[in-house]
């Protein structure tokens, strides 16, 4: 799951998500909405819980309401498919908030 994903691997990877996009050939980022801060704040929490639990840390961005989730790979040099099992985990916790 740690190797490095082709572009056409990639591509197929993002068709099954909703809302991320691909960002300088080597991260896939989303931005989560919420009504109340304190909602994003959660989000941020369980978001690091899941972090943890898959060993796999994304970069976190919060601005007030908005929350953004950027992914990569270090050791892999871009994106696998550790990145994408981690955006759907992200995305299902998400759909708890609205």
């Not at 082709?6 to 050939?25: F, S």
């Amino acid at each position: 799951m740690n190797q490095k994903l082709v572009d056409e691997e990639i591509e197929k990877n993002l068709t099954t998500l909703t809302g991320w996009k691909r960002e300088d050939q080597k991260w896939i980022v989303k931005k989560y909405r919420f009504s109340k801060y304190l909602d994003g704040i959660e989000f941020v929490n369980r978001a690091a819980q899941i972090a943890e639990e898959m060993n796999h840390h994304p970069f976190i961005s919060i601005d007030y309401k908005l929350i953004t989730l950027r992914l990569t790979t270090w050791n892999a040099g871009g994106l696998t498919g550790l990145d994408f099992k981690s955006a759907e985990e992200f995305d299902e916790e998400y759909s708890h908030f609205t």
